[in-house]
């Protein structure tokens, strides 16, 4: 399994994942810059994701939107901050309200930092989010923010390998 470490830590506010890949940098980037390829991993296995807009530039909106397996859908978007193509990029995440993908205010937004370093078997992907508080933390550990996380990171072996 790629994830090889989780830890939070409730006061500095983070949680963070990190996953070792036997694929190069550019091709673990690769994942990432386009959107099917994405959509056949963000999101644990029964909850694919559908990227309706992807635009991974400085500024961009990525609006998104996961189908559990009764058909429900839980929509977000990434608001792309910063982008060092292929190391790493950084953006806010959040829930959204409905198709609309306006922000749903009731529920934490994070500060994500995806890093991608070369190591001698392949890319290490260091997978940090910054709470605002540790109530918002605390409330997507509670969600099944870890396990979700866990389980779509694992799937990217598997895209790699095809």
């Known amino acids: ?3 090889t470490n989780v830890q939070h830590d409730l006061d500095a506010l983070t949680l963070t994942i990190t996953a070792d890949f036997a694929a190069p940098v550019e091709r673990v980037w690769g994942v990432y810059a386009d959107p099917r390829q994405l959509e056949r ?3 644990p ?3 694919p994701a559908t990227f309706v ?3 991974l530039a400085p500024g961009g909106r990525m609006n998104y939107y996961m189908t559990s397996p009764e058909g429900q859908k839980f929509y977000a978007y990434w608001s792309v901050t910063g982008v060092e193509e292929p ?4 953006f806010r995440d959040g829930f959204a309200r409905d ?3 306006e922000p749903n205010t009731e529920m934490p937004e994070s500060s994500q930092a995806f890093d991608f370093a070369a190591t001698a078997d392949g890319t290490r992907a260091t997978y940090r ?6 109530e918002d933390l605390q409330k997507v550990l ?7 996380s866990t389980q779509a990171i694992n799937q990217i072996d598997d895209l790699l390998a095809s």
């Open 99 to 101: 198709e609309s993908f």
């Open 142 to 148: 509670g969600m099944g923010v870890v396990e979700g």
């Open 129 to 134: 989010s910054t709470y605002a508080s540790a």
């Open 53 to 55: 807009d992807h635009e």
């Open 87 to 90: 190391s790493g990029f950084t």
């Open 45 to 47: 296995p029964g909850y």
């Open 41 to 43: 991993v963000w999101g």
């Open 1 to 3: 399994m790629p994830v």
